[in-house]
């Protein structure tokens, strides 16, 4: 919180800002159950509450949400103990409650809100493709002029978000998620603690080259480096270290 400008958590017409989580669902490839991660709702959360912006979570369904295992700084494999935003999220009950009844994406109206923030985890990959509302309001949200921005394995919705005339909303964008040099890294890590065979792979496609196969200008700043890129009114944020690289482009998107 900045004291220089203390009026900023004081406004009288705040930014508002929806992001949406992924609910539970079970990964088609080793049977785990997977969810949303962390760091890609508490970073940007954290961001946004910095400049008073109001903040809802939304997920395609409705209802109460899990996270990743390893995305919780408590999780025995440590990957994420020293993320103490999360950490301090969790803990704070009012904000536990807002994962524990998100609000369904059906009823979200464009009109209430300046931003929207589509978060990832490993559920995206296998559960976005059935969510229609989910694609709908993205597609309607861009449409609209306002920031629209998906983060890591978020920007799965890119795979299924389609202009009215057909043509997906991410061809001739410039535009980032989680690339193929970190879902390596990520598959050789389960091959390496023998949680995977060899002849099988994490996730069960690749956003880089999902999006490069759509037409998309797909960039990275090389693995785990927090990056984000702006293409008008589309911000797309590589992995879970860019929660709030993406957060800062979208504020100063909105002129902040």
Same mark, same amino acid.
């Given at each position: 919180?900045?004291?220089?400008?203390?009026?900023?958590? &004081?406004? *009288?017409? !705040?930014? &508002?800002?929806?992001?949406?989580?992924?609910?539970?669902?079970?990964?088609?490839?080793?049977?785990?159950?997977?969810? #949303?991660?962390?760091?890609?709702?508490?970073?940007?959360?954290?961001? /946004?509450?910095?400049?008073?912006?109001?903040?809802?979570?939304? $997920?395609?369904?409705?209802? !109460?949400?899990?996270? +990743?295992?390893? $995305?919780?700084?408590?999780?025995?494999?440590?990957?994420?103990? $020293?993320?103490?935003?999360?950490?301090?999220?969790?803990?704070?009950?009012?904000?536990?409650?807002?994962?524990?009844?998100?609000?369904?994406?059906?009823?979200?109206?464009?009109?209430? %809100?300046? @931003?929207?923030?589509?978060?990832?985890?490993?559920?995206?990959?296998?559960? %976005?493709?059935? @969510?229609?509302?989910?694609?709908?309001? /993205?597609?309607? /949200?861009?449409?609209?002029?306002? =920031?629209?921005?998906?983060?890591?394995?978020?920007?799965?919705?890119?795979?299924?978000?389609?202009?009215?005339?057909?043509?997906?909303?991410?061809?001739?964008? *410039?535009?980032?998620?989680?690339?193929?040099?970190?879902?390596? #890294?990520?598959?050789?890590?389960?091959?390496?603690?023998?949680?995977?065979? &060899?002849?099988?792979?994490?996730?069960?496609? &690749?956003?880089? +080259?999902?999006?490069?196969?759509?037409?998309?200008? #797909? =960039?990275?700043?090389?693995?785990?480096?927090? #990056?984000?890129?702006?293409?008008?009114?589309?911000?797309?944020?590589?992995?879970?270290?860019?929660?709030?690289?993406?957060?800062?482009?979208?504020?100063?998107?909105?002129?902040?």
């Amino acid at each position: 919180m900045s004291l220089k400008n203390p009026n900023r958590v &004081r406004s *009288t017409n !705040p930014k &508002r800002v929806a992001i949406v989580i992924a609910n539970p669902a079970v990964s088609s490839v080793t049977g785990w159950p997977v969810g #949303f991660w962390w760091s890609e709702l508490t970073h940007p959360y954290h961001e /946004f509450a910095e400049k008073g912006y109001e903040v809802t979570v939304f $997920s395609p369904n409705g209802g !109460p949400c899990e996270a +990743d295992a390893m $995305s919780d700084p408590n999780d025995p494999s440590g990957y994420s103990s $020293s993320d103490l935003i999360s950490q301090g999220f969790m803990h704070t009950p009012s904000l536990r409650a807002l994962i524990d009844d998100t609000k369904a994406i059906a009823d979200l109206n464009i009109a209430d %809100f300046d @931003a929207l923030v589509v978060a990832g985890g490993q559920a995206p990959m296998f559960s %976005f493709e059935s @969510a229609t509302d989910l694609h709908a309001k /993205f597609v309607e /949200f861009y449409q609209s002029g306002k =920031v629209t921005a998906a983060l890591c394995h978020g920007t799965a919705i890119l795979r299924y978000a389609k202009l009215p005339n057909g043509e997906y909303l991410a061809k001739g964008k *410039t535009v980032t998620g989680f690339a193929n040099v970190e879902e390596d #890294f990520a598959d050789n890590a389960v091959w390496d603690y023998g949680l995977l065979s &060899r002849d099988k792979h994490l996730m069960p496609w &690749r956003i880089e +080259d999902e999006l490069k196969a759509l037409g998309a200008n #797909f =960039v990275q700043a090389g693995l785990w480096r927090g #990056f984000a890129i702006r293409d008008g009114n589309l911000i797309t944020g590589q992995q879970n270290f860019s929660g709030a690289e993406t957060a800062k482009a979208i504020i100063e998107a909105l002129g902040e």
